[in-house]
């Protein structure tokens, strides 16, 4: 059973996601008030670029920072942090200079114009995402999880202030999300380097003993580059198949519908966030334990699959609230779902990769996935635009998570319950495809209804344990 501890320990990390998602949620139907979708898809591009960036910037060592922390001692992982903020560093300089010397051509590629200042955020989004990365990182891996919500309804709110008040500056372009977004960031790195001090202060950066060399970093992190490019093209593939094969509306329509499935992202983040140091540290102390996990994942599946089926029942009506020039893209709402629902689950059952630090799986496993994305894609976004790339990525994370699972299981057997998964997501995929049709609303909440008491009929024993641990 589920202690109390570990539910209010998750509840710590995931109800400033929730808020943050209201934050978040109002400030898209702002924005979608004040911009066009084209000026939205514009806007869209430059969170693709930041994303690909900081991954060649960090070079991994985030997730290097993550597996050694608890290996370290507790007074030498401020040490730790500056070893991989040094390597992460030699990656940084490289990466700004590329882009101070493409500057021109980048900037027409994602925006299709190009300005100095437009430039400038690009640059200083960098520098401050890079380290934004690891200020989270350490409060996360001292599993504070107010901190960590407080953090995450800090940085939604900043960014709506900040599009409200650029907003009689600039006027209606998608610029105002750019510069909104770096002064968020640069405020909240401020803030966790002030609150976290004992880890940033620079003399952890003189330490020269610990159980970690930067070598030992490098080695651990370097395979995980890959993994992470191939996996920002897996993310990034249908935002660059609608700026090839439609136009900044189309995307802008797509980005709009992603704005709504955010909101189970954050809480996909917020979960990561609270499980991954629950995992290192339970397989630390007891490497036997099995029971634990498989629980925590079939608790995990009931409820985002649960989620999915109310965000498909009343996409129409989500949309609606983002304004009339963004109606179309309700169709895209409905398997852009399944993102964050396949990957949180899969979060919970990749876990024998992890452990047994295994991690070039990721890149056959991620590629594979991306590949899927990138055919369907192909095939289907020329024809079908936002739609088509929507479903061609629903399905892809689909296939990501029976890999990332079936390879986990030869390494760390867990009992998932992956037959009640399987039968689970086909009644959602079910669901989903109905919605294309766009039958109306009184027929999707009657499918809706009748699909929700079938995966909660067979997850019966799941939310049993959730009453009883309430």
């Known amino acids: 059973m589920l202690t109390n501890r570990l539910i209010r320990k998750f509840l710590s990390f995931s109800y400033g996601g929730a808020v943050a998602a209201g934050i978040g949620f109002i400030t898209t139907m702002l924005t979608t008030r004040l911009l066009l979708p084209d000026e939205f898809g514009k806007a869209s591009m430059f969170t693709l670029f930041i994303g690909l960036a900081v ?11 993550v597996r050694f922390f608890y290996e370290e001692e507790k007074q030498k992982r401020g040490a730790l942090l500056y070893r991989c903020l040094k390597v992460a560093g030699f990656f940084l300089l490289p990466a700004l200079g590329l882009l101070v010397l493409f500057r021109e ?15 400038a955020a690009l640059a200083a989004g960098l520098v401050v995402q890079v380290l934004y990365v690891f200020g989270k990182l350490v409060i996360r891996m001292q599993q504070k999880g107010h901190l960590f919500s407080i ?13 409200a008040g650029l907003y009689f500056v600039f006027g209606p372009t998608f610029e105002i999300i750019i510069f909104a977004t770096v002064l968020s960031y640069s405020i909240l790195v401020m803030i966790l380097v002030a609150g ?90 007891n490497p036997g334990e099995r029971a634990f996990y498989g629980r925590v994942s079939r608790i995990a599946a009931f409820a985002m699959l649960c ?45 024998g990769i992890n452990f047994y630090k295994k991690v070039k799986w990721h890149i056959a496993i991620t590629g594979t996935a991306c590949a899927v994305n990138a055919v369907g894609n192909w095939l289907l976004v020329p024809q079908y635009g936002g739609t088509g790339a929507a ?62 008491v079938l995966v909660a009929g067979i997850y019966r024993k799941e939310w049993l344990v959730l009453l009883r641990n309430r």
């Open 55 to 65: 991954i060649f910037s960090v070079f991994g060592t985030d997730q290097a920072f």
């Open 105 to 119: 051509p980048l900037s027409l590629f994602l925006f299709g114009e190009y300005s100095t200042a437009i430039f």
């Open 151 to 163: 953090n995450e309804m800090l940085n939604r709110l900043f960014i709506l202030i900040g599009i």
């Open 196 to 285: 976290q001090w004992p880890y940033w202060h620079p003399g952890n950066g003189k330490e020269t003993e610990g159980r970690h060399s930067g070598t030992d970093i490098i080695r651990y992190s370097y395979p995980l580059v890959i993994t992470a490019v191939v996996a920002w093209l897996f993310e990034g593939i249908d935002k660059l198949a609608l700026r090839q094969w439609a136009d900044f509306e189309e995307l802008g329509l797509y980005a709009a519908s992603f704005k709504i499935v955010a909101l189970l992202t954050i809480l996909k983040v917020a979960f990561a966030n609270f499980w991954t140091p629950v995992a290192y540290e339970t397989f630390e102390k």
């Open 307 to 351: 989620v999915a089926i109310i965000l498909i029942t009343f996409n129409d009506s989500l949309i609606r609230l983002l304004g009339s020039e963004y109606a179309a893209a309700s169709s895209m709402l409905a398997f852009l779902v399944f993102v964050p629902v396949m990957y949180t689950i899969s979060e919970t059952t990749v876990i």
């Open 391 to 452: 479903v061609a990525t629903g399905i892809s994370y689909m296939v990501f998570l029976g890999l990332r699972t079936a390879i986990s299981l030869t390494y760390f057997h867990v009992n998932y319950g992956l037959g009640r998964l399987a039968v689970s997501t086909f009644i959602v995929l079910l669901l989903a495809l109905y919605a294309l049709l766009d039958p109306g609303l009184t027929w999707k909440i009657g499918t809706g209804v009748v699909s929700f």
